[in-house]
């Protein structure tokens, strides 16, 4: 008779041990609301668990997921604070979860984050498929969920390391990460509290290029390149600076039982994002030596007009952010099969963004472009802003019931309230400390809610021990409301506020695995997701020679998935898994009109894609310590049908490489003694436009790259540590839009102090 020994830590369960049969195996909670082995889940799913996240180089969040199969994180090229995560090739279709709190808002983005120390996840549970029968709008490509740690006695942990780029200005310069931490439980374990603190800080790197523009034929200039070469539109000038940033996150949970039967859960989150962009190089001349911008002349030899390359592009600049996040939740046990759980949870955004005039962007009533321009130096003067305040507030009730030891029921009711406010200033000093205090004068703003009611159920269904299935659906009412905007540089300035609309949206799922043999799992799923149009999509403002209006009633994409796969383990500690998945976009919002007077651009509803591919992923213990992962990811996102561009329709989607993959070889990681890691990660090219135009290496193209990590590091019998990691170490160049980080090297000391 198999034995089965659960272990529940903080959420839920780590993993579940079967003898004889099978090797450990991971529980997952976040598939199906409640633990469950992963054999036995829905969908393909990873488990990244605190060994793994031990053995990797993780800077920042989206480092632990970016080497999984499926999973793509755009602009990757060093820190990102708004990474944008794609899960089967769909842009804007994955959640992401903080112990089960969703953090994006809607906008879709969840930049929170970046802030979060790796050090504080236990384990992250990667659920790959539709999901938006459990949680809603957005779960088209999948939910990633990141679970924290809490403590099982008196613990104490901190750690501070040093980095730096191994050729000069090709990486970080001076990166400095620190990390403390202390838990302890209490009144016989019945209280448990965890409080921590972390910060990164870096000079920064070299990523953005500047370029020459505003040249025209009858117009020149009495700048050259610093080899004398006659300036000319496109040339590459210098780099607009290095892109310094500080970003700190304190955290504090706790968890108390009430009795054996009540538990209540807190959380609170604080964190902040501080950057600026110093030190730009300039390859420009004149009679007087470096100069950082130049006047374009006429014919007739005058001045006619002025551009400063190296601000204003809108891919560098100043930003001060904060991010808040607070939970509370109550757990009751009615008897050991089932509980319900009340969860209230708030996300909460304020970002303050500028950059400084170049001579065309700081237009408007009262505005002379030129003269802003010439007002702005690298150092400070005129700039505009692009600030978004943003706030998401849910209710989440779930109810779990175990009818037999067969069958279960998950039920539960969700609301949500979400706001977005978007806002574009104009700044008397864009390099200021706090530069949002020298705002003076609002030249743009787009404002929009919206609330989601959702009733959900899941039934989990084991047949024998071959066969188990799982079925769901959720029904979503979604509204969007206080919908206003205006843009006074447009040719219609007046504030404009509109109705908004609703829908309903029925997500329904199923689900099955069969189990043949003891180490053979085959998985099947088929399910109908959505994810709601955010404000860029629904708001536009037409200017001159670009005439364009706004379409608050957008609807839903919705998208049809399905997926099957096959898992292969083995009694000696390996898996193999292949999985095929293909989704249906239907309702896509797509860009109508020619941008006439007549005939504006309009965003509507009516487009089509698909997204198809394979996932292929196999770990293997090989001797000891000593083990393997692997995997790879070929994905086709195709346009199907664009009713204004059938001339695109075949196209490959943008942003998105047919082909991922990597490696990693490990060695311990799990006790004292000496481990560390070789990692590989690769991928092909990606077109940047429907378009589908030839990448080329250059800024704002995302071209191939293999790129090698090393990591290696002695863990003491105190369980202190020391680490080295090189970076890159061929020193791969690549752009992910941005110029990609070469070699570099992190050195980190670090323990627990209890």
């Given at each position: 008779m198999k034995k089965r020994f659960i272990c529940f830590l903080s959420m839920g369960c780590t993993l579940l041990a079967l003898d004889n049969s099978k090797e450990l195996e991971a529980i997952v909670e976040t598939s199906n609301r409640i633990p469950t082995l992963i054999s036995e889940a829905p969908g393909n799913i990873s488990a990244i668990t605190q060994k793994q996240i031990k053995l990797q180089n993780a800077k920042q969040m989206s480092d632990i997921i970016g080497k999984a199969s499926g999973v793509r994180i755009d602009k990757e090229a060093g820190y990102n604070g708004r990474p944008q995560v794609f899960m089967r090739g769909i842009p804007y279709g994955t959640i992401i979860m903080l112990d089960g709190v969703i953090l994006n808002d809607l906008e879709g983005e969840f930049r929170i984050l970046q802030s979060i120390s790796p050090y504080d996840i236990d384990r992250v549970e990667i659920v790959r498929g539709s999901f938006s029968s459990l949680y809603g709008a957005g779960g088209v490509g999948g939910v990633i969920n990141f679970i924290t740690k809490m403590p099982t006695r008196l613990e104490g942990q901190a750690s501070i390391g040093y980095g730096n780029e191994i050729i000069t200005n090709g990486a970080e310069k001076n990166l400095v990460r620190g990390y403390v931490s202390l838990g302890n439980v209490f009144l016989d374990h019945r209280l448990r509290v965890r409080a921590s603190y972390a910060f990164n800080t870096s000079d920064g790197a070299y990523r953005v290029p500047a370029v020459a523009k505003g040249l025209s034929t009858g117009t020149n200039t009495d700048v050259t390149l610093n080899n004398g070469s006659t300036l000319q539109n496109g040339m590459m000038v210098g780099w607009v600076g290095r892109t310094a940033y500080l970003t700190q996150d304190a955290r504090i949970k706790a968890e108390y039982d009430w009795n054996e039967a009540n538990t209540t859960s807190i959380s609170f989150n604080i964190s902040t994002i501080t950057e600026n962009q110093h030190d730009p190089i300039s390859y420009l001349k004149d009679s007087n030596g470096t100069v950082f911008g130049y006047d374009i002349k006429g014919s007739s030899g005058s001045s006619n007009s002025y551009y400063n390359p190296f601000i204003g592009s809108g891919w560098a600049g100043f930003r001060q952010e904060y991010n808040f996040l607070g939970s509370l939740s109550h757990k009751y046990y009615f008897n050991d099969e089932t509980f319900l759980n009340i969860t209230l949870a708030s996300v909460n955004l304020i970002n303050y963004w500028d950059d400084g005039c170049n001579g065309t962007n700081c237009s408007g009533p009262n505005k002379n472009v030129i003269t802003e321009g010439k007002n702005s130096y690298i150092f400070g003067g005129r700039g505009s802003s692009s600030d978004n305040f943003a706030s998401s507030n849910y209710l989440d009730i779930t109810y779990s019931?175990?009818?037999?030891?067969?069958?279960?029921?998950?039920?539960?009711?969700?609301?949500?309230?979400?706001?977005?406010?978007?806002?574009?200033?104009?700044?008397?000093?864009?390099?200021?400390?706090?530069?949002?205090?020298?705002?003076?004068?609002?030249?743009?703003?787009?404002?929009?809610?919206?609330?989601?009611?959702?009733?959900?159920?899941?039934?989990?269904?084991?047949?024998?021990?071959?066969?188990?299935?799982?079925?769901?659906?959720?029904?979503?009412?979604w509204k969007n409301f206080n919908m206003s905007t205006f843009d006074i540089t447009s040719t219609d300035p007046s504030l404009k506020t509109f109705d908004g609309s609703n829908e309903f949206f029925p997500s329904p799922k199923f689900a099955i695995n069969y189990n043949p043999w003891a180490y053979t799992t085959f998985k099947g799923s088929i399910g109908l997701a959505f994810r709601a149009p955010n404000t860029r999509q629904m708001f536009a403002h037409a200017h001159a020679g670009d005439n364009q209006i706004s379409n608050p009633t957008l609807a839903p994409e919705y998208g049809l998935q399905y997926d099957i796969g096959v898992e292969q383990r083995n009694p000696y500690g390996g898996i193999i898994k292949i999985y095929y998945y293909q989704t249906e976009m239907y309702n896509a919002i797509y860009k109508s009109g020619s941008g006439s007077i007549d005939d504006p651009y309009v965003n509507r509803n009516g487009g089509r894609s698909r997204f198809n591919g394979i996932e292929l992923e196999a770990e293997q213990k090989i001797y000891k310590d000593l083990s393997i992962s692997l995997n790879y990811t070929y994905t086709n996102a195709i346009l199907l049908k664009d009713p204004q561009n059938p001339q695109y329709n075949g196209n490959q989607m943008a942003s998105i490489p047919k082909h991922m993959g990597g490696f990693s070889l490990n060695y311990g990681g799990d006790k004292e003694g000496f481990y560390g890691s070789l990692q590989m990660k690769a991928q092909s090219s990606a077109f940047t436009s429907i378009a589908n135009i030839t990448p080329k290496f250059d800024f704002g193209n995302i071209t191939e790259r293999v790129i090698f990590n090393l990591k290696t590091g002695y863990e003491f019998k105190n369980k202190n540590y020391i680490t080295l990691s090189f970076l890159n170490f061929t020193n791969e160049k690549y752009y992910d839009y941005y110029r990609g980080l070469g070699a570099s090297f992190f050195i980190e000391f670090g323990g627990r102090f209890f």
């Amino acid at each position: 008779m198999k034995k089965r020994f659960i272990c529940f830590l903080s959420m839920g369960c780590t993993l579940l041990a079967l003898d004889n049969s099978k090797e450990l195996e991971a529980i997952v909670e976040t598939s199906n609301r409640i633990p469950t082995l992963i054999s036995e889940a829905p969908g393909n799913i990873s488990a990244i668990t605190q060994k793994q996240i031990k053995l990797q180089n993780a800077k920042q969040m989206s480092d632990i997921i970016g080497k999984a199969s499926g999973v793509r994180i755009d602009k990757e090229a060093g820190y990102n604070g708004r990474p944008q995560v794609f899960m089967r090739g769909i842009p804007y279709g994955t959640i992401i979860m903080l112990d089960g709190v969703i953090l994006n808002d809607l906008e879709g983005e969840f930049r929170i984050l970046q802030s979060i120390s790796p050090y504080d996840i236990d384990r992250v549970e990667i659920v790959r498929g539709s999901f938006s029968s459990l949680y809603g709008a957005g779960g088209v490509g999948g939910v990633i969920n990141f679970i924290t740690k809490m403590p099982t006695r008196l613990e104490g942990q901190a750690s501070i390391g040093y980095g730096n780029e191994i050729i000069t200005n090709g990486a970080e310069k001076n990166l400095v990460r620190g990390y403390v931490s202390l838990g302890n439980v209490f009144l016989d374990h019945r209280l448990r509290v965890r409080a921590s603190y972390a910060f990164n800080t870096s000079d920064g790197a070299y990523r953005v290029p500047a370029v020459a523009k505003g040249l025209s034929t009858g117009t020149n200039t009495d700048v050259t390149l610093n080899n004398g070469s006659t300036l000319q539109n496109g040339m590459m000038v210098g780099w607009v600076g290095r892109t310094a940033y500080l970003t700190q996150d304190a955290r504090i949970k706790a968890e108390y039982d009430w009795n054996e039967a009540n538990t209540t859960s807190i959380s609170f989150n604080i964190s902040t994002i501080t950057e600026n962009q110093h030190d730009p190089i300039s390859y420009l001349k004149d009679s007087n030596g470096t100069v950082f911008g130049y006047d374009i002349k006429g014919s007739s030899g005058s001045s006619n007009s002025y551009y400063n390359p190296f601000i204003g592009s809108g891919w560098a600049g100043f930003r001060q952010e904060y991010n808040f996040l607070g939970s509370l939740s109550h757990k009751y046990y009615f008897n050991d099969e089932t509980f319900l759980n009340i969860t209230l949870a708030s996300v909460n955004l304020i970002n303050y963004w500028d950059d400084g005039c170049n001579g065309t962007n700081c237009s408007g009533p009262n505005k002379n472009v030129i003269t802003e321009g010439k007002n702005s130096y690298i150092f400070g003067g005129r700039g505009s802003s692009s600030d978004n305040f943003a706030s998401s507030n849910y209710l989440d009730i779930t109810y779990s019931s175990q009818i037999n030891k067969n069958h279960s029921i998950v039920s539960g009711f969700q609301a949500r309230i979400m706001s977005s406010i978007n806002e574009r200033n104009y700044s008397s000093n864009y390099a200021a400390k706090q530069f949002w205090k020298n705002y003076d004068g609002t030249w743009s703003k787009d404002t929009s809610a919206a609330y989601t009611l959702a009733l959900f159920a899941s039934w989990q269904a084991k047949w024998n021990s071959y066969l188990s299935t799982n079925l769901g659906l959720r029904i979503d009412y979604w509204k969007n409301f206080n919908m206003s905007t205006f843009d006074i540089t447009s040719t219609d300035p007046s504030l404009k506020t509109f109705d908004g609309s609703n829908e309903f949206f029925p997500s329904p799922k199923f689900a099955i695995n069969y189990n043949p043999w003891a180490y053979t799992t085959f998985k099947g799923s088929i399910g109908l997701a959505f994810r709601a149009p955010n404000t860029r999509q629904m708001f536009a403002h037409a200017h001159a020679g670009d005439n364009q209006i706004s379409n608050p009633t957008l609807a839903p994409e919705y998208g049809l998935q399905y997926d099957i796969g096959v898992e292969q383990r083995n009694p000696y500690g390996g898996i193999i898994k292949i999985y095929y998945y293909q989704t249906e976009m239907y309702n896509a919002i797509y860009k109508s009109g020619s941008g006439s007077i007549d005939d504006p651009y309009v965003n509507r509803n009516g487009g089509r894609s698909r997204f198809n591919g394979i996932e292929l992923e196999a770990e293997q213990k090989i001797y000891k310590d000593l083990s393997i992962s692997l995997n790879y990811t070929y994905t086709n996102a195709i346009l199907l049908k664009d009713p204004q561009n059938p001339q695109y329709n075949g196209n490959q989607m943008a942003s998105i490489p047919k082909h991922m993959g990597g490696f990693s070889l490990n060695y311990g990681g799990d006790k004292e003694g000496f481990y560390g890691s070789l990692q590989m990660k690769a991928q092909s090219s990606a077109f940047t436009s429907i378009a589908n135009i030839t990448p080329k290496f250059d800024f704002g193209n995302i071209t191939e790259r293999v790129i090698f990590n090393l990591k290696t590091g002695y863990e003491f019998k105190n369980k202190n540590y020391i680490t080295l990691s090189f970076l890159n170490f061929t020193n791969e160049k690549y752009y992910d839009y941005y110029r990609g980080l070469g070699a570099s090297f992190f050195i980190e000391f670090g323990g627990r102090f209890f």
